[in-house]
């Protein structure tokens, strides 16, 4: 039984190797305008780091289009403040809900009529760029005739609270065990397609003659629809290791962390309760239950506690692959036990609230 955790710790290292990574120095032959468009609802405690971030981009070409998307806090005036005397900035106010659409997609889709970019780059508010973070993906996009670039973030372990630390770093563990990352990046099939809305790097012409985010204007998991859809239409996606560059504040409360997970899991598991009993079997077996398997090794050999040792080897070495602290690597038999608790709650759910808006 060893050989199975000894090939599941191989094949994430294996895997990981077909992660795009941005390049250190990046090589631009033009420099098209970008826009970096940004949905806010209710964001007032990411406003001053989000905008102070995108200051300090070194990418020369760009316009920042800030919606307010209906928000009931301090985001409008906060928005204003912060951006006056830049004239890259422009400040939007949303428009209602319209019916038939979920919210973000509502406002990523007032934003993508507004802009002006060859290049639309859709980022989450509550993110931190690096200085070179649009070459970079611009970088990738040309060199991979990639019409959507994306990734997931890495996140900010001080900021996240206990439930947080055990659930979001799972996030780059399941892309780089369940994720072939060849398919992924290098054809077109749909099922092997992974995508975070707090990257969404789209080349315009491409993003349009998909119908933009028209198109998945009722999905909760849009961006992963929306890759899926480039694809489908013949466009390569590349999902590139943005861990390095793109840094989320995610949650701040471990209420939020459940009602943001509980929104996303079920859906993104296809609203499949046989995929929810395979994962719960597959995880119990192979990452649960090591943590009772090991104080098994003070009387029986030390043998027991290997199960439990790769676990945390092969959670360590996803954390460094993607520059996190491996601090979180220990926790993984406790993270892996409150995500089966999160699935079951997330199918039993018959609405998903999120910030003040509920879906079904």
């Avoid at 098209?32 to 200051?55: A, Q, Y």
């Avoid at 307010?68 to 939007?92: A, H, M, P, V, W």
């Avoid at 198109?215 to 694809?231: F, L, N």
């Amino acid at each position: 039984m060893i050989v199975v955790w000894a090939s599941f710790f191989i094949w994430t290292v294996f895997n990981s190797l077909f992660l795009i990574p941005l390049p250190k120095r990046p090589q631009i032959a033009t420099r098209p305008l970008v826009s970096v468009l940004v949905p806010l609802r209710n964001e007032e405690r990411n406003v001053v780091r989000l905008v102070r971030s995108l200051k300090q981009l070194t990418y020369e070409s760009v316009e920042f289009l800030l919606l307010d998307d209906q928000s009931t806090d301090r985001t409008y005036e906060l928005l204003l403040k912060e951006t006056k005397g830049d004239n890259r900035f422009q400040i939007r106010k949303g428009k209602p809900l319209a019916d038939g659409w979920v919210g973000k997609v509502h406002a990523c889709h007032q934003l993508a009529k507004q802009a002006k970019g060859a290049y639309l780059f859709f980022i989450d508010a509550d993110v931190e760029l690096k200085p070179m973070v649009i070459e970079q993906l611009l970088a990738v996009a040309t060199t991979y005739d990639a019409k959507l670039v994306t990734g997931f973030p890495s996140f900010h372990p001080q900021s996240l609270p206990l439930v947080g630390k055990w659930l979001v770093p799972l996030q780059h563990f399941f892309i780089l065990f369940h994720l072939p990352l060849y398919l992924a990046n290098y054809t077109n099939m749909r099922a092997t397609t992974a995508a975070h809305g707090a990257c969404l790097f789209f080349e315009r012409a491409a993003y349009e003659a998909i119908g933009g985010h028209a198109s998945v204007k009722q999905e909760i998991v849009e961006d992963v629809m929306i890759a899926r859809r480039m694809k489908s239409c013949g466009y390569r996606v590349i999902l590139a290791n943005v861990s390095t560059h793109i840094v989320c504040y995610m949650y701040e409360t471990n209420k939020e962390v459940w009602s943001g997970f509980i929104k996303n899991v079920y859906v993104g598991l296809n609203r499949s309760p046989l995929f929810v009993m395979i994962l719960t079997i597959f995880y119990g077996t192979f990452y649960v239950a090591p943590l009772f398997i090991a104080p098994f090794a003070i009387t029986k050999g030390w043998t027991y506690a290997l199960p439990l040792v790769i676990v945390i080897m092969q959670k360590a070495y996803v954390e460094w692959k993607t520059e996190r602290s491996i601090s979180t690597c220990y926790w993984m038999p406790l993270s892996v036990a409150a995500f089966i608790v999160l699935m079951y709650a997330s199918m039993r759910a018959k609405r998903y609230e999120w910030k003040g808006r509920t879906y079904t």
